[in-house]
Each structure stands twice: as C-alpha cells, then as structure tokens.
C-alpha cells in the first residue's frame, strides 16, 4: 500500500502536531526531519488548516498547532483530504472491455481495498502516537494489555 | 443507569455468577439485536462455572447490576499457531462506555491468559465495526498473521 507524498506529509504533520502540543511546531523543523520539500509541505500544511486540524501563528516562535480530536480523528479521515482510496475504478470504467476476467480481477483487488480501508478507519491518532512510542522503544509488535 | 467511571473502585470485574446471566444476554441482545438465550446458558455451563485457566467468562459490575463482560479461552494449537488466547465477546453497557471499563475488562482477561501461560492475545471481528476495530486498535493490537476466509456451500 503506497499513499502519495502529499497524504503521507500530511500524516507526518498531523501526527508531529498531536504528539507535541505543548509547542508550535513550523513547517521547517518537519521538512527537516522527513528530508522533504517546504513548499510541497506548505501547501499541505494550508489544506489541513483549512480543514481545521491545525492552526497557524505567524511571528517569532510561529509555527502549526493541532486543533483536532486526536481521540477520534483516523487516518482514514487525513488520507481522505489528499486522495480517494474509496473507490476504485472498475477495469471497464477504465476503458477496456467488461470481462468475466477483468471483474474477476476487480473482485480480488477491491477485497484488498476494503481491508486498507478498515484498517485507516479503526486507528486514530492517538492511536497511532501510541504505536510511535512503542516503536520509538524498540519494538514494534503488539503489546499485550 | 449512572454511568460513572469504569475505572472507580465501585465496578469490580469478577467471574460471571448465575445471576449475572440474564442481564448479561440482554446486553448481548440490545447490541446485536439477538436474543441468544441457549448460546450464552451453554457458555456459562462452559465457562462460568469450570473454566479454569483456560476459560474467563468475567463481568464487570457495580453491586447488583452488569455493567460489562468479557470471554475468551485459551486456543491450543489452533491453525496452526501456538497457544494463544482469543477473546470472542465483550460488550460495555452504552451507558457505561468510554470511561475504560472495556479496557479494564480486556486488561483482567489478559492477566487471566498470562496465568495460564500464553503471551499472544487475538480476537476476530467484523470489518464494518468500526466501533470495536477502534476499541481494540487503541489497545495496541495489530493485524495477526491470518485472514479469514469464506464461501457459500449451499
Ligand atoms: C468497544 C467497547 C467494548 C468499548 O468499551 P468502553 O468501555 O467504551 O472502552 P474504553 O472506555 O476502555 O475505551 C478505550 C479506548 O477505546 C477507544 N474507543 C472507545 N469508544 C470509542 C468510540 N466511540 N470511538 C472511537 N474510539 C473509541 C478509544 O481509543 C478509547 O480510549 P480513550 O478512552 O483514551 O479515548 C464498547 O463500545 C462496546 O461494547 N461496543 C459494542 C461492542 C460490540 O459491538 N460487541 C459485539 C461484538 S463482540
């Protein structure tokens, strides 16, 4: 499962925001740290304040905020802003001829996109600061409650 | 029902008694919309009573009344995986929710596996239950090594 360099910044905002809200995070210190493109990062940096899930100062010590619900907002609900993995277009769609095998085809493939759609949906971002943590120990299986 | 806290030392989780059995298949029942009065009789007489290590059928509750249960069992060798714990049901009361009485019930039942010595805990659930997926996500489970396979045999 690969997500376009936009969604996948704006993940790494979203997630670098929630997991420091004490302090204003700017667009610098993340195009940084992922070793990515400031103005690619600005533009996706806009489209989550219009969206509401940071806030921006500008000044000295400037910089973007997380103003969301970490406890509910999911991945699913950030991907959904900067791509549609919802649907896929059906191979006919596409142009090519409706075939048993292309709707054969079709059936196995969006079997896997509903399991990654389940997936992004059922992990918040709380959720994910928490896997962030544990991997940020040193491990990266499940922990047992 | 005064929902409370879930963490408050008034709710204590303890081993399903007969008379928490009724309360308990009508919270099955409002949730899923199936009364399944034989099923939860025969999980009971399975678990309830003769469980030992390898069988937990636990209710959370304050005095008299079921605020939440949890069931699971030790599964030997199972597809093919070592001994691992499964929890196959848990349900919190809606009045009683997010107040982490669902996370102090799936806690106990953890302790329960450990004592019987498994160090893996699965469950399976429904793709569209967004509810439960998200419940057991910010647990920390992740996808297990498995997938779930079905077809019609009319
Ligand atoms: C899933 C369920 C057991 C959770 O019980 P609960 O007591 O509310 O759980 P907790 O309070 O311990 O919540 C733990 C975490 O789960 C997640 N969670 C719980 N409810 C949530 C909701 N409505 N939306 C998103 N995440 C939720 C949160 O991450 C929460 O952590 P937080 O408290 O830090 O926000 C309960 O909602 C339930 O019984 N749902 C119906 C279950 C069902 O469908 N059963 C039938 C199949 S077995």
Redesign the pocket.
């Known amino acids: 499962m690969k997500l376009q360099t936009g969604t996948s910044l704006a993940l790494y905002s979203i997630l670098e925001a929630a997991g420091n809200p004490e302090r204003q995070i700017s667009a610098a210190d993340i195009a940084t740290k992922y070793d990515v493109s400031i103005h690619h990062l600005a533009k996706v940096l806009r489209e989550l304040g219009r969206a509401g899930l940071v806030e921006s100062t500008r000044g000295a010590g400037g910089g973007y905020r997380f103003v969301g619900n970490a406890?509910?907002l999911t991945l699913m609900d950030v991907i959904e802003l900067f791509e549609d993995i919802g649907t896929r277009q059906p191979y006919g769609a596409a142009g090519a001829a409706v075939t048993d095998t292309a709707r054969a085809l079709d059936h196995v493939l969006s079997e896997i996109d509903e399991i990654a759609k389940a997936t992004f949906r059922s992990i918040?971002i709380?959720?994910m600061l928490r896997l962030v943590e544990r991997h940020g120990r040193g491990g990266n299986g499940p922990r047992h409650p | 029902m005064n929902a409370g806290n879930?963490n408050s030392p008034d709710i204590s989780i303890r081993p399903i008694a007969a008379g928490d059995l009724d309360q308990v298949i009508a919270l099955?029942a409002a949730?899923?919309g199936i009364e399944k009065t034989d099923y939860w009789y025969e999980l009971f007489h399975r678990y309830g009573t003769r469980g030992g290590d390898q069988r937990h059928f636990l209710v959370g509750v304050r005095g008299p009344q079921v605020l939440?249960y949890v069931i699971g069992d030790v599964r030997d060798w199972e597809f093919g995986s070592a001994p691992c714990g499964w929890v196959?049901?848990?349900?919190?009361h809606p009045d009683?929710?997010?107040?982490?009485?669902?996370?102090?019930l799936l806690a106990t039942i953890c302790d329960g596996f450990r004592r019987a010595g498994v160090r893996t805990v699965r469950t399976l659930l429904a793709r569209d239950?967004n509810?439960?997926l998200?419940?057991f996500r910010?647990?920390g489970m992740m996808a297990a090594p498995y997938i779930p396979l079905e077809m019609e045999i009319e």
Do not use: C, M
């Not at chain 2, 196959?88 to 919190?92: A, C, K, P």
């Not at chain 2, 009683?96 to 669902?102: P, S």
């Open positions: 406890k509910r918040t709380a959720t | 879930g099955d949730i899923t939440g196959f049901g848990l349900s919190v009683a929710r997010q107040t982490g009485l669902g996370s102090r239950n509810l439960i998200s419940f910010s647990q």
